[in-house]
């Protein structure tokens, strides 16, 4: 999977482990992949992100935030997870668990991204990243001209849990043609989302997106 032998075993072992039969160490912390997991979210969020500013250099703030978003959401990495046989190798106490918790193939495809980290370093787990993961299995070109609605997601979500929820856009940086808009995603007069774009959709999908990964709506 990874493409090469691990230096270090036990990381894969712990990384494949859910908390369903993890064990309880000297400190009285459960032995499970979740801080593998917690490392393995940043590193593939930070790859993708470096990935897509370099591959598409005229892409607004906007766009490139909802293509990654389109590739790290919870369920584009179950659906990874599986394609590259993470399922036939996580460790769990019985099927139950993955009936109830929809996401827990994707969880274990990031605990293995933090294993292949510790174990080989940044460099080697960038090119796992974009070579075994990214390239071979999205349509970056597609991903960046399909428009998704993340807006109404939000929107969806605030009235199913009775919340006020409110888009604004407060800032325009004009520049002879170039425009910047500034949009902000208000909950409960919180602000859960900040988006930037060449235009006022751009930017409260930006903005919505951004919401998406702070509320776990993805």
């Known amino acids: ?17 859910h908390r369903s039969v993890a064990k ?5 912390i459960k032995d499970s992949n979740e801080r593998l997991e917690f490392l393995g979210d940043a590193i593939l969020g930070s790859v993708v992100a470096e990935y897509l500013f370099k591959k598409f250099p005229f892409k607004d703030e906007g766009v490139l935030t909802e293509t990654r978003s389109k590739i790290v959401n919870r369920e584009s990495l179950n659906l990874l997870a599986k ?15 993955s009936r109830s918790h929809k996401s827990i193939y994707g969880n274990t495809l990031e605990a293995v991204i933090g294993a292949v980290y510790i174990d080989r370093g940044y460099q080697f787990c960038k090119k796992f990243i974009i070579k075994k993961l990214l390239i071979p299995h999205f349509d ?37 043609n170039f425009k910047e808009f500034t949009a902000h995603v208000i909950v409960e007069d919180e602000v859960v989302g900040e988006g930037h774009g060449s235009s006022k959709k ?17």
């Open 140 to 176: 970056l070109e597609e991903l960046i001209d399909t428009d998704s609605n993340f807006k109404s997601i939000v929107i969806e979500w605030a009235q199913k849990e009775s919340k006020s929820l409110n888009f604004v856009i407060d800032k325009i940086i004009t520049k002879g």
């Open 24 to 28: 309880t160490n000297s400190g009285g």
């Open 202 to 218: 751009r930017a409260e999908q930006a903005a919505a997106s951004k919401a998406c990964e702070k509320l776990t709506l993805l």
């Open 1 to 17: 999977m990874v493409g090469v032998k691990p230096l270090n075993i036990e990381l894969y072992v712990l990384a494949t482990s």
């Open 83 to 97: 394609k590259i046989g993470i399922n036939a190798i996580i460790s769990i106490e019985n099927n139950r668990y």
